[in-house]
Protein backbone atom coordinates (compact mmCIF):
# COMPACT_ATOMS: atom_id res chain seq x y z
CA UNK A 1 0.00 0.00 0.00
CA UNK A 2 1.20 3.57 -0.40
CA UNK A 3 1.23 6.52 1.98
CA UNK A 4 0.37 9.90 1.90
CA UNK A 5 2.93 12.45 3.56
CA UNK A 6 1.63 15.85 3.98
CA UNK A 7 4.61 18.53 4.35
CA UNK A 8 5.36 22.28 5.25
CA UNK A 9 6.94 24.59 7.31
CA UNK A 10 5.31 25.66 11.03
CA UNK A 11 2.00 26.63 11.08
CA UNK A 12 2.02 25.86 7.80
CA UNK A 13 -1.33 23.02 8.63
CA UNK A 14 0.20 20.18 7.78
CA UNK A 15 -0.78 18.83 11.52
CA UNK A 16 -4.51 19.78 10.87
CA UNK A 17 -5.04 18.82 7.19
CA UNK A 18 -2.94 15.31 7.99
CA UNK A 19 -5.43 14.35 10.54
CA UNK A 20 -8.87 15.46 8.70
CA UNK A 21 -7.14 13.69 5.79
CA UNK A 22 -7.13 10.54 7.90
CA UNK A 23 -10.30 10.71 9.29
CA UNK A 24 -11.99 11.35 5.65
CA UNK A 25 -10.20 8.26 4.50
CA UNK A 26 -10.45 5.95 7.54
CA UNK A 27 -6.04 6.05 7.69
CA UNK A 28 -3.65 5.83 10.56
CA UNK A 29 -2.83 8.84 11.22
CA UNK A 30 0.97 9.21 12.12
CA UNK A 31 2.74 12.45 13.75
CA UNK A 32 6.52 13.32 14.04
CA UNK A 33 5.29 15.59 16.73
CA UNK A 34 4.05 12.92 18.88
CA UNK A 35 6.59 10.61 18.17
CA UNK A 36 9.10 12.68 19.49
CA UNK A 37 7.05 13.63 22.82
CA UNK A 38 6.32 9.64 23.25
CA UNK A 39 10.33 9.24 23.45
CA UNK A 40 10.62 11.70 26.10
CA UNK A 41 6.97 10.03 27.99
CA UNK A 42 5.94 14.03 27.62
CA UNK A 43 1.59 13.99 28.07
CA UNK A 44 0.63 15.85 24.79
CA UNK A 45 -2.03 17.24 27.03
CA UNK A 46 0.65 19.05 29.19
CA UNK A 47 1.97 21.15 26.75
CA UNK A 48 1.07 24.55 25.15
CA UNK A 49 0.05 25.07 21.64
CA UNK A 50 3.62 27.02 20.81
CA UNK A 51 5.53 24.27 22.83
CA UNK A 52 7.62 23.28 19.34
CA UNK A 53 8.55 27.30 19.29
CA UNK A 54 10.51 27.37 22.25
CA UNK A 55 14.05 25.92 23.29
CA UNK A 56 12.76 23.12 24.85
CA UNK A 57 10.59 21.63 21.94
CA UNK A 58 13.09 22.40 19.46
CA UNK A 59 16.24 20.90 21.24
CA UNK A 60 13.45 17.76 21.73
CA UNK A 61 13.19 17.87 17.81
CA UNK A 62 16.80 17.65 17.74
CA UNK A 63 17.87 15.42 20.24
CA UNK A 64 15.45 12.34 19.19
CA UNK A 65 14.92 13.72 15.16
CA UNK A 66 17.20 10.17 13.91
CA UNK A 67 15.08 7.90 16.34
CA UNK A 68 12.10 9.69 14.74
CA UNK A 69 12.95 9.22 11.20
CA UNK A 70 13.93 5.97 11.74
CA UNK A 71 10.71 5.01 13.56
CA UNK A 72 8.92 7.03 10.46
CA UNK A 73 10.83 4.45 7.86
CA UNK A 74 9.87 1.30 9.83
CA UNK A 75 6.01 2.36 9.88
CA UNK A 76 6.07 3.59 6.13
CA UNK A 77 6.58 -0.10 5.86
CA UNK A 78 4.49 -1.88 8.00
CA UNK A 79 2.05 -2.44 5.43
CA UNK A 80 -1.18 -0.25 7.09
CA UNK A 81 -2.02 2.41 5.19
CA UNK A 82 -1.14 5.99 6.37
CA UNK A 83 -1.13 9.76 6.57
CA UNK A 84 2.25 10.92 7.68
CA UNK A 85 2.60 14.66 9.14
CA UNK A 86 5.81 15.44 8.86
CA UNK A 87 9.30 17.15 7.64
CA UNK A 88 11.61 14.72 6.27
CA UNK A 89 10.31 11.71 5.34
CA UNK A 90 9.51 12.73 1.70
CA UNK A 91 13.39 12.79 1.55
CA UNK A 92 14.08 10.18 3.15
CA UNK A 93 11.06 7.48 2.16
CA UNK A 94 12.07 3.88 0.55
CA UNK A 95 8.40 3.15 -0.44
CA UNK A 96 5.72 4.91 -2.98
CA UNK A 97 3.77 7.80 -1.53
CA UNK A 98 1.92 10.62 -2.52
CA UNK A 99 4.01 13.66 -0.83
CA UNK A 100 2.49 17.12 -0.62
CA UNK A 101 4.16 20.58 0.43
CA UNK A 102 1.42 23.08 1.80
CA UNK A 103 3.27 26.34 0.67
CA UNK A 104 2.62 29.18 3.27
CA UNK A 105 4.39 32.10 3.52
CA UNK A 106 5.77 33.50 6.83
CA UNK A 107 2.66 35.95 7.57
CA UNK A 108 0.11 33.22 6.45
CA UNK A 109 1.66 30.94 9.05
CA UNK A 110 2.03 34.39 11.51
CA UNK A 111 -1.85 34.16 10.85
CA UNK A 112 -2.67 30.70 11.83
CA UNK A 113 0.00 30.59 14.82
CA UNK A 114 -1.57 33.24 16.30
CA UNK A 115 -4.81 32.06 15.93
CA UNK A 116 -3.96 28.72 17.56
CA UNK A 117 -1.83 29.71 20.04
CA UNK A 118 -4.48 32.80 20.81
CA UNK A 119 -5.08 32.84 24.96
CA UNK A 120 -2.84 29.62 25.33
CA UNK A 121 0.56 30.34 24.26
CA UNK A 122 3.76 32.29 25.97
CA UNK A 123 4.67 34.55 22.86
CA UNK A 124 3.31 37.25 21.11
CA UNK A 125 3.72 39.96 18.77
CA UNK A 126 7.70 40.33 17.86
CA UNK A 127 8.85 37.31 19.90
CA UNK A 128 6.34 35.25 17.77
CA UNK A 129 7.78 36.47 14.71
CA UNK A 130 11.69 35.39 16.28
CA UNK A 131 10.44 32.14 17.42
CA UNK A 132 9.43 31.00 13.79
CA UNK A 133 12.02 32.20 12.17
CA UNK A 134 14.38 30.41 14.11
CA UNK A 135 12.08 27.19 14.51
CA UNK A 136 12.11 27.22 10.48
CA UNK A 137 16.07 27.98 10.29
CA UNK A 138 16.68 25.28 12.69
CA UNK A 139 14.97 22.58 10.61
CA UNK A 140 16.12 23.93 7.11
CA UNK A 141 19.76 23.04 9.26
CA UNK A 142 19.07 19.88 10.17
CA UNK A 143 17.96 18.43 6.88
CA UNK A 144 20.88 19.82 5.14
CA UNK A 145 23.42 19.06 7.66
CA UNK A 146 21.92 15.37 8.05
CA UNK A 147 20.97 14.80 4.47
CA UNK A 148 22.37 17.14 2.43
CA UNK A 149 18.91 18.55 1.19
CA UNK A 150 17.53 22.42 1.42
CA UNK A 151 14.36 22.61 2.96
CA UNK A 152 13.80 26.47 1.18
CA UNK A 153 13.95 25.39 -2.38
CA UNK A 154 14.12 20.99 -3.09
CA UNK A 155 10.61 20.50 -4.08
CA UNK A 156 11.42 17.16 -6.25
CA UNK A 157 10.24 14.73 -3.72
CA UNK A 158 6.77 16.37 -3.92
CA UNK A 159 4.03 15.58 -6.34
CA UNK A 160 1.92 18.60 -5.45
CA UNK A 161 2.96 22.00 -4.26
CA UNK A 162 0.00 23.69 -3.10
CA UNK A 163 0.50 27.28 -2.33
CA UNK A 164 -1.78 28.18 0.54
CA UNK A 165 -0.91 31.70 1.70
CA UNK A 166 -4.00 33.62 0.39
CA UNK A 167 -6.15 31.84 1.74
CA UNK A 168 -6.14 33.43 5.07
CA UNK A 169 -6.24 36.99 5.80
CA UNK A 170 -6.77 37.69 9.03
CA UNK A 171 -5.69 36.37 12.59
CA UNK A 172 -9.16 35.59 13.36
CA UNK A 173 -10.93 31.92 13.89
CA UNK A 174 -13.07 32.39 11.58
CA UNK A 175 -10.79 33.05 9.26
CA UNK A 176 -8.88 30.29 10.08
CA UNK A 177 -12.01 27.92 9.05
CA UNK A 178 -12.38 29.56 6.04
CA UNK A 179 -8.91 28.78 4.89
CA UNK A 180 -9.02 25.07 6.10
CA UNK A 181 -11.70 24.02 4.44
CA UNK A 182 -11.02 26.02 1.43
CA UNK A 183 -7.65 23.98 1.27
CA UNK A 184 -9.40 20.69 2.01
CA UNK A 185 -11.57 21.45 -0.95
CA UNK A 186 -8.18 20.85 -2.86
CA UNK A 187 -5.97 18.29 -1.16
CA UNK A 188 -9.25 15.83 -0.92
CA UNK A 189 -9.77 15.16 -4.50
CA UNK A 190 -6.04 15.22 -4.78
CA UNK A 191 -5.83 12.04 -2.38
CA UNK A 192 -8.96 10.35 -3.45
CA UNK A 193 -7.79 10.17 -6.88
CA UNK A 194 -4.02 8.62 -5.60
CA UNK A 195 -6.01 6.69 -3.40
CA UNK A 196 -8.08 4.98 -6.07
CA UNK A 197 -5.61 5.07 -8.47
CA UNK A 198 -3.15 2.74 -6.14
CA UNK A 199 -6.30 0.60 -5.42
CA UNK A 200 -6.82 -0.54 -8.79
CA UNK A 201 -2.76 -0.95 -9.45
CA UNK A 202 -2.75 -3.86 -6.20
CA UNK A 203 -6.15 -5.52 -6.96
CA UNK A 204 -4.92 -5.77 -10.50
CA UNK A 205 -1.55 -7.31 -9.70
Same mark, same amino acid.
Given at each position: ?S?????? /??? %??????S????????????? %????? /?? &???????? #??????????GI?????V?????Q??????????????D??? /????????? /??????????????? %??????????F?G????? &?????D???? &???K?????????????????????G????????????? #??S????????VE??????A??????
Amino acid at each position: MSNIIISG /LTA %AGKTTHSKILAERFRLRYVG %ASMLA /LG &RKNIDPQE #ISPDYWLTDEGISLLHDVGPDIDQALLELESDGVQTVFDCFF /LPWLRHRPA /LCIWLESDFESRILK %AIVSHQGRGRFSGKELRE &RMRFKDDHSA &RMLKGQFGHDLYSDKQPFAHVIDISGFICEATSEASRAS #IRSVNLILEPIVEAYLSATAKVHSST
